[in-house]
């Protein structure tokens, strides 16, 4: 199976300096066999970055994450995506774990935060508003469209791989920060194989957040009652 890993970067400069070197080459126990940046209008030096290391980039006419997973759907031939923002939540050394359960015959594999083994950004504090948020999130997804296989703890995760048939089938169209809940909700209502395991969130590295909790969750939240509405 041939898996392309994306990594996904708006303005990311400094944390890709720390990050991207723990990144290993394409290979089969790296768990991709080729690499490719999606860059959303950058003008910190992320693509300079690249270049620089020969990073073959694909570069957004439209913002937003979302945009940047429709693109890669549109414009890369691979068997499976592997998305990975590489800011410092996501832990480098689960690269290599998400072939095993798509060449077992996953559809979806998400990195969770929130299951047994896991441990969230917020669970060293007491008030864990974003985690209290997601899970609530997480609870409806499950009740409104899980017809089958597992509960799902982390519905709305970046760091997940997704197989090309699987994409045909959910026809995916957000384009803003709510992407990975339409996937897991789409891919939820196919009856699609969604497999979980735990990881271990980190704290961003460098640079600033592009989404804000209040309006991302409250977009969330339309995006449920989108998914609700339509079959
Ligand atoms: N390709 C692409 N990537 C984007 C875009 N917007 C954000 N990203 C990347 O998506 C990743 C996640 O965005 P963040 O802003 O870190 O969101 P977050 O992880 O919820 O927030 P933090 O907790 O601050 O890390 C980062 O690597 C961003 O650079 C976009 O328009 N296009
Ligand atoms: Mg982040």
Aim: charged letters at 25%; proline letters at 4%; one cysteine or more.
């Amino acid at each position: 199976m041939h898996i392309t890993l994306c990594l996904l970067t708006r303005n990311e400069r400094e944390c890709l300096e720390k990050i991207y070197p723990l990144i290993p080459p394409p290979s089969r126990e790296a768990g991709y066999d080729d690499l490719v940046a999606i860059d959303g209008g950058s003008t910190d030096g992320t693509l300079e970055f690249y270049k620089e290391r020969g990073v073959r980039v694909i570069g957004q006419s439209r913002r937003g994450r979302g945009e940047a997973f429709l693109l890669a759907f549109r414009d890369l031939q691979s068997d499976a995506f592997l998305f990975f923002s590489p800011d410092g939540n996501e832990d480098v050394a689960d690269l290599p774990k998400f072939r095993k359960h798509l060449e077992a015959g996953a559809d979806l594999v998400i990195a969770s935060r929130m299951m047994k083994g896991a441990v969230n950004e917020e669970d060293h504090q007491v008030l864990r508003m974003r985690k209290w948020a997601n899970n609530g999130f997480n609870l409806l997804a499950n009740l409104m469209f899980r017809k089958q296989g597992p509960y799902i703890t982390d519905s709305i995760n970046g760091y997940r791989a997704i197989t090309a048939r699987a994409t045909r089938i959910l026809q995916l169209d957000s384009r803003d920060y709510t992407i990975e809940y339409q996937m897991t909700m789409r891919a939820m209502k196919h009856g699609l194989n969604i497999i979980e395991f735990p990881t271990v969130e980190g704290q961003r590295v460098a640079g600033e957040t592009g989404a804000p909790s209040v309006g991302t969750g409250l977009r969330f939240i339309r995006k449920l009652w989108t998914e609700a509405r339509i079959k």
